[in-house]
């Protein structure tokens, strides 16, 4: 009998030493079929709490929570099996101290087996980010637009055209690499302090919104694909076009149930038939 070697899923140091070799691949995913469809193209895959307003309607990702990002995980785990599987630490759940977000992490993990977790935050993480790291837990950053803190900053903008912010981006960017994380994303932020957070760092930037400078790109899938259309911001492009192929599918079934053409012969159980 002969052994088949089994196939090794991406780890985040795999991912960090993709590092200058080539662009880094990522989108989000957060069911099953989908991860399985993007799995064998993907680097990453991010589970992130953005599925509060992709899947759920949620108008921000504030109300998220851990057992939300513990059931999407699971189901992206079971459907994948290249790509490194990351998850969203959600809001509230480690913003408090290193060990609540130690015990937070250290059970997404566990319940999903995912390979690392992502967090936002800048300086005020660092400690966090440095406490996971040196425990065994892979830690992704999350600097520029950080959308948890949508009370606290009024919006989703782009960020570092002035000095200060410019400067704010990259001294948190800077902390969270120097605490040991193996990647971040950079969200929202003009091309220059990309570019140059990028070419500074050991971790592997992840940029959305924020140019190909980045050693990476992540979309939200939903959004590459075409199904969220409530808004499009401009760094988003649709690879896709499913919303309105969805809305015909619909319309097609609706039509052919009143017409009673669907369910038709082929789609019918009957007695079977005797052989004589
Ligand atoms: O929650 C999320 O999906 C994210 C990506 C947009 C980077 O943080």
Redesign the pocket.
Known sequence: MSVQPQQKRRTAASIQALKGARPVV?L?AYTAPIAKLLDPHCDLL?V????GM?VYGMES?VSVTVEMMIAHGQAVMRASKEACVVV?LPFGSYQESKEQAFRTAARIMKETGASAV?L?GGEEMAETVAFLSSRGIPVMG?VGLM?QLVNATGGYRSLGRSDAEAEKIRRDACAIDDAGAFSM?I?GTIEPVARDISAGLKAVT?G?GASAACDGQ???SDDMLGVFTTFKPRFVKHFANLAPEISAAAAAYAEEVKARTFPGEDHTFQMKRQKL
């Open positions: 990522c989000t991010l992130g709490d953005s599925l992709v990702t969203d992502k936002e999350h959308p994303v969200e992840i959305i992540v979309l939200v």
